[in-house]
């Protein structure tokens, strides 16, 4: 299993740039599906999830290919196919998301149901009903949803959950219905916004983006854009700030937006660390043992799920105890464990962890079950004594690209 070693206790400090936001490529590619001509994404990552992206697009007979300089270049001009592979659609629930394109495009789209993962079952009945509400008949048959519309038609319906990627398929969808789409209770994170953004550059009319509420008049058909370049990732900033205040460092993030991650800069300060922000930057600098602090993740403007198990890694050698609840995933504390292997003292209690800091951490071997629980391992190996053996990159470079070449750039001592 691939693997890499880590030092600790070594102070990061320097300068960084942030990355392209996974979780907009991601569903600003899918919407590629829906452009005619061509498009020019700009600031992409070569993760492992963008090229099973890329892979997907393809087999829908766009032709969609990674170019140097961190571009994707998508060519859409044939009729698409309305068949997801089931490979491709297992591999990465990401996939999910060319459900909506596809029905707006060609009426019929036949996709695998998405697997669940180990942070939980990740039902898709929110992206279905909506779906319903836009006229669609919805039927499964071997592992497969049918989704067939010969018209979508607007509606105005609410989401009994802000989920994301219902949020996030059924804006696309409602673009190029018959008429206007009001959907409340919508999600609202940054990612969503700079879909709504894209779509806009293509010619889409919604409105409310940044609110609960979004109204979308469709149009007949929206044109490729040249160039659009994605938003920074907020996950990976906050991770590489974290980074920064568990060495008791100085790390400096360029091409970050402060509004994007307000909650765990607010987390951070309050534990003790220096934070200050600029136009495009965001600096954290450690000031020794940092205090205890509480916090439970929440949709957006809410502390964000994605950075629970980092800033869990920080609160492990934080002084005092800190209450973290999980709310949006049923079991995102899989990281527990592995921390504990490292001398960290932690308590479930169904979706709650009390963390009681410890002085140090001490080096061991770890296993990686998840993406973000990746992430945490690294910051605790950074700061524990002795070497930290992490196993399992497969998943951290789904949405980490470089992450560890990152780190040493701060002065970590990470060997491959
Ligand atoms: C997106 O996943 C992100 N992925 C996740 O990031 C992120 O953790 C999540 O949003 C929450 O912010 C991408 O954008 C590619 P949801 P998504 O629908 O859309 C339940 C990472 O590490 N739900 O907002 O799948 C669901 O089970 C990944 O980068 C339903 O019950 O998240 C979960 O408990 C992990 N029915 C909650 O809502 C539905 O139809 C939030 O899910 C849909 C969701």
Redesign the pocket.
Known sequence: MSRLSVEGGFRLEGTVRAAGA??AI?PIMAACLMLEGDTVLQNIPYLNDVSIMLRMLNALGVRAEYRKNEEIHVVNTRKIRHIAPYDLVTSM??SFFVAGPILARAGFAKVPLPGGCL?????????LKGFEALGATISMEHGFVQIEAKALKGSEFRLD?P????TENLMMAACLAEGTSIIHNV?R?P?IDDLGQFLQAGGAKISGLGTSTLTIVGVESLTGINPYPVIADR?EVGTLLIAGAITNGDVTVKGAIAAHIKPLLTLLAQAGAEVETGADYIRVKGNGRLKAVDFETEPFPGF???MQAQMMALLTVSEGKSVVKEC???NRFMHVRELMRMGAKITLEDQMAVVEGVENLSGAEVKITD??AGASLILAGLVAQGRTTVYGLKHLTR?YYDLPGKLRSLGAKIIE
């Open positions: 996974k979780n991601l629930r990401a942070i939980g079952a990740r039902p898709v009945d929110i992206h959950f989920s994301v990627g219902a999600a994170e990612e996950i964000p799920t994605d949006i995933f049923e993406l973000r949405g």
